[in-house]
């Protein structure tokens, strides 16, 4: 069995940084690529940001580009996003995710392996 353990969300204000980390545990697998994920309260979960695992290529939401990095360890298994000059738009809950398979990074069914989410909030 595979877990996935966010950590770092917290209260920011705007402008201000947050990293986030997300490491997997248990069964070991190659995966494909690990993504972080969020949502809004009353809106759909939204790709943010991807990383192939084997090449470390990054892929970007619009919304985030040139705001946010991701980088993974691949000995550690893990993956963090370094979330700078944060907006309150940004607000939402933060999911780690992984696969092993094929599709699309950038949408969320892509991924079996989800972590429980961490909270991110941004004042104004």
């Known amino acids: 069995q595979v877990q996935l353990v966010e950590s770092g969300g917290g209260l920011v204000q705007a402008g201000g940084s947050l990293r986030l980390s997300c490491a997997a545990s248990?069964?070991?697998?190659?995966?494909?690529?690990m993504a972080w994920f969020r949502q809004a309260p009353g809106k759909e979960r939204e790709f943010v940001a991807a990383?192939?695992?084997?090449?470390?290529?990054?892929y970007y939401a619009d919304s985030v580009k040139g705001r946010f990095s991701i980088s993974r360890d691949t000995a550690k298994n893990t993956v963090s996003l370094q979330m700078n000059s944060l907006k309150p738009e940004d607000t939402a809950v933060y999911y780690c995710?992984?696969?092993?398979?094929?599709?699309?990074?950038?949408?969320?069914?892509?991924?079996?392996?989800w972590g429980q989410g961490t909270q991110v909030t941004v004042s104004s």
């Open positions: 995710a992984a696969t092993y398979g094929y599709g699309s990074v950038y949408v969320k069914e892509s991924y079996k392996y």
């Open positions: 990383i192939g695992w084997s090449g470390g290529v990054p």
């Open positions: 248990g069964r070991t697998l190659i995966w494909r690529a």
